[in-house]
């Protein structure tokens, strides 16, 4: 029987010998799968947590899936309100998988090990396999993040506040869509405005210096 913290130790050790993640190396301090390269991060996060089944506690492990682009994060770090190694650190899009349209993937190891055991990791490493890997090869561009993001903020908003983020997809839309960058820039100026008015706590910290950031991404 291991403890909990034995237990996550196992899982990674088995999730390094993954074909999919063997150019990934395991940052512990982000609890995360890391690949860096051309010009990107990305990331595969472990969220464990003590959770508990019929046999009593469990390693409970809630994975998801981010991305950083490196030009993105180094340009715009000056302008982040906080700690520049938060933002150095922070994800530009990030992603939970779901087994339905409501639910996220929440799995339990049982520290007694079985069946049960082998059928979550089997769990574990069918999500890694398909839907992280299907992740990353969507995102593996500035291009294509545009493409499948970016450019469908105007039907579909997939950021939460008025903060740093509506400038980063400024930025990515400035580098991979100039005339794109025209439009959505109007569109942003007028969604954080709005949510400034609002008393909107991000928005309130970045919509007074909309225009020097928005200036600044211009002339990059």
């Given at each position: 029987m291991n403890t909990i913290?034995?237990?996550?130790k196992r899982i990674i050790e088995r999730l390094?010998?993954?074909?999919?993640?063997?150019?990934?190396?395991?940052?512990?301090s982000k609890s995360a799968f890391v690949l860096k390269g051309n010009g990107l991060s990305k990331r595969l996060?472990?969220?464990?947590?003590?959770?508990?089944?019929?046999?009593?506690?469990?390693?409970?492990?809630?994975?998801?899936?981010?991305?950083?682009?490196?030009?993105?994060?180094?340009?715009?770090?000056?302008?982040?309100?906080?700690?520049k190694s938060d933002y150095n650190s922070r994800d530009?899009?990030?992603v939970f998988p779901k087994y339905d349209t409501e639910h996220q993937y929440n799995i339990l190891f049982s520290k007694y090990g079985g069946d049960t055991y082998e059928s979550s990791f089997t769990e574990l490493e069918n999500i890694i396999t398909k839907q992280a890997i299907t992740f990353f090869n969507t995102f593996d561009s500035i291009e294509n993040f545009?493409?499948?993001v970016t450019k469908n903020i105007f039907d579909f908003i997939p950021f939460g506040g008025g903060g740093i983020w509506i400038f980063e997809q400024l930025l990515v839309s400035?580098?991979?869509d100039v005339e794109g960058f025209k439009k959505l820039e109007p569109?942003?100026?007028d969604y954080q405005k709005k949510l400034f008015d609002e008393k909107e706590p991000n928005a309130e910290i970045y919509y007074p210096k909309y225009n020097e950031i928005v200036n600044f991404i211009k002339e990059l």
């Open positions: 913290k034995e237990e996550k390094e010998n993954l074909k999919v993640l063997e150019e990934f190396k395991y940052v512990k996060y472990l969220e464990c947590y003590v959770g508990a089944d019929e046999d009593g506690f469990a390693l409970e492990i809630k994975p998801y899936f981010g991305i950083q682009f490196v030009k993105v994060q180094k340009s715009l770090s000056r302008f982040y309100h906080g700690a530009n899009y990030f545009y493409k499948q400035k580098l991979a569109f942003l100026h």
